[in-house]
């Protein structure tokens, strides 16, 4: 069971309790079970629904399928994020407290307190209307959930629970052959004499002389923390409470715990894994600094004989949580609108992702789908170098992020944007990973609905000008034209683009027939689809507007009642 994550059985459910029921251990680490009955009906999430991930696993198994899911838990009817799920998403650890009690306070939608004092406040933008959660003080509490790094959270007399944003950065220097067990028990006293929580640690920071420092390199080995280091030209550059002429005499700094433990947690530029939004955001000034340093430095020596070394910790607290996982990218094409025509693999990114970003129309067209811990950013049509911003963003943190666009993601699409500002960031290929999920694009739907236009070679062409400018696009649909492609018109025509279609068909006119095909397809596989079939010379007759696609057929093209035909080779014509 420890192996692996997850066990799909399809199975009666009675067989499958009798084979796991003397594995299991505890519902923090015992993986998803999941039942799926013989005829693919139902999908039983049995055992792991939280925290093993089986609510999600039997949602997505059950979407594939076109099954019901089955969740028992008690918080699933009440489109709530679970409490112990809480922070998943941000990678912040659980701490004390009677989480069944909290999680059945919730189930019965009695008050509960939220005191929140580090970490993301993303999960409560997307709430429901209804909940219990109360972020004042309210005598109808029933429960508290705080949300800290510290350990010091009061038992109240009502059941409470803890979770541990990762904000802070411990400053680290020491002495050559310092042991991790002294190095551990430095951080411990300092966090223990000042009620901060070891689980809110997100890593480690020293100067780069010290990257293979052996008790240091074990310590974050053992306790799963990363080891950032920086240089000494880096570290002389922070101004720290207690700089030390000895020190700089050795490494060229005056300070390295402090100053190391500021930077990492300053999020400044050179730090390797973040991403630089704007500039100015983490150009901040020297006082800013200080502020951010929690603890100035202390210094730690063994009291035990025998034991050596010396250790100067000093803790400073990252305005924003560590996640600790690498981020994803997934760009997904949601196909024409109906959720029919979106590829399961592409539900299936969705349903699985953090957050979701996208035009607030196709955010809604795949509302089922869409999970309700899910943090869904629908931003105005208009916003789309925002939309590609804001998910490097999202996924630089390490939140794995879904960006949505209509058809294929790749066509006139945001996957194109996010790749390019990726490029520009100085992206490495790997961090944030990134994955395409094609859909099916605006022009195969279009021709899907009115026979088979695109049977042999074919283009397509926007005849939007505002990011192209309209000679190239001109010279595109000449050649098009010229070269007998059935050609799909993207972006025909705007509210203040009006002339672009009516000079397209004049190219168009100079090579083909005036009684060529031509579909004029709105809004397919939507509620408000409109098809129209007519022709080259009747083009501009027909309501076209953003939501239009138009395909003009070549010269063996031919229509035939309501469908349109090319035919697949032209040696009978
Ligand atoms: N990525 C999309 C294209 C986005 S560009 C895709 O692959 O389909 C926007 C243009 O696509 C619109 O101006 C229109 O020409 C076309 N389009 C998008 N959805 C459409 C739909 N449902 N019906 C008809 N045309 C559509």
């Given at each position: ?23 299991l ?8 079970v ?25 949602k ?27 922070g ?8 004390a407290?009677d ?18 004092e ?69 951080i411990?006293?300092?966090f ?22 052996v ?18 030209e880096i570290?002389?550059?922070?101004t ?22 500021i ?19 983490y ?24 034991q050596k070394?010396?250790?100067?910790v000093?803790?400073?607290l990252?305005?924003k949580?560590?996640i600790?996982?690498v ?31 996208g035009?607030?129309?196709?955010i ?18 208009t ?23 209509s058809?294929?993601?790749?066509i006139?699409g ?22 395409v999920?094609?859909?099916v ?124 035909i090319?035919p697949?080779?032209?040696?009978r014509?």
């Amino acid at each position: 069971m420890e192996t692996h994550q997850a066990f799909v059985f399809c199975l009666a459910t009675g067989a499958v309790v009798r084979l796991i029921s003397p594995l299991l251990k505890d519902k923090s680490t015992d993986p998803a079970v999941v039942v799926i009955d013989e005829t693919g009906k139902f999908v039983i999430s049995l055992c792991g629904g939280h925290q093993g991930g089986a609510d999600k696993l039997a949602k997505l198994i059950a979407l594939q399928l076109g099954a019901t899911a089955i969740l028992t838990g008690a918080t699933n009817g009440l489109e709530l994020p679970a409490v112990d799920m809480l922070g998943v998403p941000f990678g912040w650890c659980r701490g004390a407290g009677d989480w069944n009690a909290v999680s059945a306070v919730v189930a019965k939608g009695e008050n509960v307190e939220v005191i929140q004092e580090a970490g993301s406040t993303l999960w409560q933008n997307h709430l429901p209307q209804v909940h219990p959660f109360k972020f004042h003080q309210s005598p109808t509490t029933k429960a508290k959930i705080y949300i800290t790094y510290k350990t010091s959270s009061p038992h109240p007399p009502i059941p409470s629970i803890t979770w541990h944003p990762r904000i802070i950065w411990v400053g680290i220097g020491c002495e050559r052959g310092t042991s991790k067990q002294v190095i551990a028990d430095a951080i411990d006293q300092v966090f223990q004499q000042n009620q901060l929580a070891l689980a809110a640690i997100a890593g480690i920071a020293t100067i780069d002389i010290k990257s293979d420092e052996v008790g240091l390199v074990e310590l974050c080995h053992e306790r799963n923390l990363p080891l950032k280091t920086f240089s000494s030209e880096i570290l002389r550059t922070i101004t720290v409470p207690n700089p030390s002429q000895v020190v700089e005499k050795e490494v060229g700094t005056p300070s390295v715990a402090e100053a190391a433990a500021i930077m990492a947690a300053s999020q400044i530029p050179n730090v390797e894994t973040l991403y630089i939004t704007s500039p100015a955001e983490y150009i901040t000034s020297p006082a800013e600094y200080i502020t951010s340093l929690k603890i100035p430095k202390q210094i730690y020596r063994p009291s035990i004989q025998n034991q050596k070394g010396a250790v100067t910790v000093a803790v400073a607290l990252a305005k924003k949580e560590y996640i600790g996982k690498v981020g994803k990218l997934l760009l997904v094409g949601t196909g024409p609108g109906n959720l029919d025509q979106m590829t399961p693999a592409a539900q299936t990114a969705v349903a699985s992702a953090d957050a979701v970003i996208g035009y607030s129309l196709y955010i809604d067209l795949i509302a089922p789908i869409l999970q309700k811990h899910q943090i869904i950013e629908a931003l105005p049509i208009t916003k789309e170098r925002d939309r590609a911003t804001r998910a490097i963003e999202l996924a630089h943190w390490g939140l794995s992020v879904a960006v949505i666009s209509s058809g294929d993601c790749g066509i006139y699409g945001m996957a194109g944007l996010v790749m390019e500002d990726l490029q520009l960031s100085g992206w490495d290929g790997k961090n944030p990973s990134v994955e395409v999920f094609p859909g099916v694009s605006a022009f195969q739907s279009a021709a899907a609905r009115v026979g088979t236009p695109l049977m042999h070679d074919f283009c397509a062409v926007s005849l939007s000008d505002l990011l192209t400018p309209w000679e190239v696009i001109v010279k595109r649909l000449t050649a098009a034209a010229a070269a007998d492609f059935v050609t799909a018109l993207y972006n025909p025509k705007s509210q203040t683009r009006t002339q672009q279609l009516v000079e397209a068909r004049e190219i168009f006119l100079k090579y083909r027939n005036p009684d060529t095909p031509v579909a004029v397809v709105r809004s397919v596989y939507r509620e408000d689809e409109q098809i129209i079939l007519t022709t080259l010379e009747k083009l501009l007759d027909a309501p076209v507007d953003m939501l239009t696609t138009i395909l003009i057929g070549n010269q063996s093209t031919r229509s035939y009642g309501e469908w349109m035909i090319t035919p697949r080779g032209y040696k009978r014509f």
